[in-house]
């Protein structure tokens, strides 16, 4: 979810995105990597044989997961060997594969955050998918809104979906008690939510209501755009020359600048959150917004929790989901076949379900929901279902190359607002110069 600001999430949104290595281009009789010069030209090795490079960018556990599930590939399709290395932490991917893009020297399938997507598919060596997703076993008319928008740049599927998630607040029921406060119920409203956030908050025993990513990458700003929808804002305006949030961003930033006058907000001053996760699994917290990736640890921590859906203005649901993708890159026929094939078979439900209670991922289609094994999961974690059901009302970040600078301009909005460096009216007007001038920008 990677670039600072550019990035979906920060390392907080897994442990399996905190730490990786480097590739090297070394010759193997085995493995052929790109720019070593043992395949042919349609990619294929000795025999006929075909290494697909892959960069799962993940670590600990999402390695772990992966590398199992890559090993059940390579038995049920002996022709093809998957070179899974990694190539480089997740957060870095962006740079990663843009160097190797310049370089000539590029991998078959990376995992690439979905607000990078259509920047990364403006490059020839990208290969659409639009095909592949719409034959074969792929359950593609049963995935998830969030999961083909996120994947779908101008009307084509340029990547296969690899993750899916959705945002949602988790409470901690202890603190709640403790303060006499009700515990918060869908339908709830952002009014309300900082009511809460400040009956909640005890400064003598450094309690807070709740916290806010401060370092202004899109961390922090992926948290403001349900805010920003449920008020008839648009990230992009229809015209495409502007934002569309000009008047909602204001309002919603209000919402923000509310719980830091209130002094209810824990501010991580650190990328990745994960210091506002820590004040929360400590018992310091009573309310965090984040995603199903977090449960493990709160679960570990010994948190009493309830997981409830965002609040909104209208009473609505609303939320966001920041799916990341596989995308796959053109290293000659044979190699983009192998690479459809690896692709196509992490999307079927069956390999799905497994990626998902591993790496801390929500179902990407209603049949791998349907699952036993999946239906079990969700039965013995607590909240793991409100995650899901958010993905009825949740929305994806539009695929497009000026993304980027838009979340740039409003992180630096929503931190001089929690730091009260600036009034939302005013912080908005520089955002909107600034992400307006992108816009603008040919592409």
Request: proline share 7%.
């Amino acid at each position: 979810m990677a670039v600072g600001h550019h990035r979906p999430f920060g390392p907080s949104r897994r442990t399996v995105l905190r730490r990786g290595t480097g590739l090297a281009c070394a010759a193997s009789a085995a493995v052929a990597l790109p720019g070593c010069g043992t395949d042919t030209d349609d990619g294929a090795g000795a025999g006929g044989r075909v290494t697909v490079e892959l960069w799962h960018g993940q670590t600990d556990t999402g390695r772990v997961a992966i590398e199992s599930l890559v090993a059940d590939f390579q038995r049920a399709h002996p022709h093809i060997r998957v070179d899974s290395g990694g190539g480089v932490l997740a957060d870095s991917m962006l740079q990663k594969v843009t160097a190797a893009l310049a370089s000539g020297s590029y991998p078959d399938v990376a995992y690439v955050f979905g607000s990078d997507l259509a920047g990364v598919a403006r490059s020839p060596q990208v290969v659409d998918l639009t095909g592949t997703v719409h034959s074969g076993p792929v359950p593609w008319s049963q995935f998830w809104a969030p999961a083909r928008d996120a994947v779908t740049v101008n009307g084509r599927v340029r990547a296969a979906p690899a993750l899916l998630d959705s945002l949602a607040v988790v409470c901690n029921r202890k603190l709640f008690r403790d303060a006499g406060v009700p515990l918060p119920e869908p339908g709830w409203t952002w009014r309300e939510f900082q009511e809460t956030a400040k009956r909640l908050t005890d400064a003598r025993r450094g309690v807070f209501g709740t916290g806010w990513p401060g370092v202004g990458d899109e961390d922090t700003v992926w948290r403001l755009w349900p805010l920003v929808w449920d008020l008839g804002g648009e990230v992009i305006a229809a015209d495409g020359r502007s934002i569309g949030f000009a008047e909602a961003g204001v309002r919603a930033l209000e919402t923000v600048a509310g719980l830091a006058r209130d002094r209810s907000v824990y501010i991580d001053p650190k990328p990745g959150s994960e210091q506002m996760y820590q004040v929360f699994e400590s018992g310091r917290m009573g309310m965090v917004l984040t995603g199903p990736w977090q449960l493990p640890d709160i679960v570990q921590a010994g948190v009493d929790h309830q997981v409830v859906p965002l609040p909104s203005y209208s009473r609505r649901p609303v939320t966001i989901s920041g799916p990341d993708t596989w995308t796959v890159f053109d290293n000659g026929s044979a190699r983009v076949e192998a690479a459809r094939t690896l692709v196509s078979w992490l999307m079927e439900p069956a390999q799905d379900v497994r990626w998902d209670i591993r790496a801390g991922s929500l179902p990407l289609s209603r049949r791998t929901q349907s699952l036993p094994r999946w239906r079990a999961r969700a039965a013995k974690t607590e909240g793991l279902g409100v995650f899901t059901k958010a993905l009825e009302s949740a929305r994806v970040r539009p695929a497009h190359p000026a993304y980027p600078q838009i979340s740039q301009a409003l992180g630096e909005a929503i931190v001089a607002v929690l730091l009260g460096r600036s009034t939302p009216a005013k912080a908005l007007r520089r955002c909107a110069d600034d992400a307006n001038a992108a816009l603008l920008i040919p592409r």
